[in-house]
């Protein structure tokens, strides 16, 4: 079992920043790949970053250029950087961990809201 914790949602205007925070404890393996989703109102859950354990990552292009996703391996948390935000970065964001078993687990989740 791996268990996340969320933290660094919150309001903010556009074009302003907020950088999220995940810890993972439990069965975490630096082979894992950790990342973050979100989820707007009505809509479908979405890859927003990912990162591998040997550091490759992947963005949504509607991140690319705007949000950043690092990992602490010594600490098993995840970042992500969000500059820029538009009213579409909306969502409630949640981390995720792909294990090497081929589980998948979900943090509770954090609001962003990005106001006009």
């Known amino acids: 079992q791996v268990q996340l914790v969320e933290s660094g949602g919150g309001l903010v205007q556009t074009g302003g920043s907020l950088r999220l925070s995940c810890a993972a404890s439990?069965?975490?393996?630096?082979?894992?790949?950790m990342g973050w989703y979100r989820q707007a109102p009505g809509k479908q859950r979405e890859k927003v970053a990912t990162i591998t354990g040997g550091g490759s990552t992947n963005y949504a292009d509607s991140a690319m250029g705007r949000f950043t996703v690092a990992r602490d391996y010594a600490k098993n948390t995840v970042h992500l950087q969000m500059n820029s935000l538009k009213p579409e970065d909306t969502a409630v964001y949640y981390c995720?961990?792909?294990?090497?078993?081929?589980?998948?687990?979900w943090g509770q989740g954090t609001q962003v809201t990005v106001s006009s």
């Open positions: 995720s961990v792909l294990s090497i078993y081929g589980y998948t687990y």
């Open positions: 439990g069965r975490v393996d630096s082979r894992d790949v």
